[in-house]
């Protein structure tokens, strides 16, 4: 049984950081795809990033570009997410998740079998 347990999120201000983080627990495989999700009520849930737990190859959201950064621990299985010049659509419910590995579907949130129970990250302006 995969578990994953993220923590971190919180309430900022606009400009600030935050650190998010997701303990994964169980069959942890390598090979694999770990991702950063949000969503809003109301919202489809969006990919913001992915990366290869096997290696550097990482994916982000547009919107998200040269703001936040994704990173794995492949020792601890640690995955990360530091989010800087935070603005306030970034406020969502984050989820991290875990999957096959498919360089073509990092973004889609069926490519994911396992996710976590989410973070609340609320950005004011």
């Known amino acids: 049984q995969v578990q994953l347990v993220e923590s971190g999120g919180g309430s900022v201000q606009a400009g600030g950081s935050l650190r998010l983080s997701c303990a994964v627990s169980?069959?942890?495989?390598?090979?694999?795809?770990r991702a950063w999700f949000r969503q809003v009520p109301g919202k489809t849930r969006e990919a913001v990033a992915a990366i290869y737990s096997g290696g550097s190859f990482t994916y982000y959201a547009d919107s998200v570009k040269g703001r936040f950064t994704i990173s794995h621990d492949n020792a601890k299985h640690i995955l990360s997410l530091q989010m800087n010049s935070l603005k306030p659509n970034d406020t969502a419910m984050y989820y991290c998740?875990?999957?096959?590995?498919?360089?073509?579907?990092?973004?889609?949130?069926?490519?994911?079998?396992?996710w976590g129970q989410g973070t609340q990250v609320t950005v004011s302006s």
């Open positions: 998740a875990a999957g096959p590995w498919n360089r073509d579907r990092l973004s889609v949130s069926d490519q994911y079998t396992y």
């Open positions: 169980g069959a942890t495989y390598s090979n694999t795809a």
